[in-house]
């Protein structure tokens, strides 16, 4: 079955960094657009970033648009999102989604919390 799990968060300061991770299983990862979605609390969940498949072409939220980077290593079967000047309204619970035949697959998600 397909498995996402998150690691990587948890508390940094208003100008700090944090790496995310996400170890996938039970797909071909290599062969799907993998992205990165976040929820503050009381706000829907909103597309961050994505990464294709074939091309490695990324998109970004206009939110995080030079401060964070989504990036794949298919030999590890793992995506990484690299976040830099983070900023108080970047906390919320960080979720990486792959969609497969339709359906949309998500992690647990990972905590990131940013204040001084």
């Known amino acids: 079955q397909v498995q996402l799990v998150e690691s990587g968060g948890g508390l940094v300061q208003p100008g700090g960094s944090l790496r995310l991770s996400c170890a996938a299983s039970?797909?071909?990862?290599?062969?799907?657009?993998m992205s990165w979605y976040r929820q503050a609390p009381g706000k829907e969940r909103e597309l961050v970033a994505t990464?294709?498949?074939?091309?490695?072409?990324?998109n970004y939220a206009d939110s995080v648009k030079g401060r964070f980077t989504i990036s794949r290593d298919n030999a590890k079967n793992t995506v990484y999102l690299q976040m830099n000047s983070l900023k108080p309204e970047d906390t919320a619970v960080y979720y990486c989604?792959?969609?497969?035949?339709?359906?949309?697959?998500w992690g647990q998600g990972t905590q990131v919390t940013v204040s001084s």
């Open positions: 039970g797909f071909t990862f290599r062969r799907y657009a």
């Open positions: 990464i294709t498949n074939i091309s490695g072409n990324t």
């Open positions: 989604n792959v969609q497969i035949r339709g359906g949309l697959y």
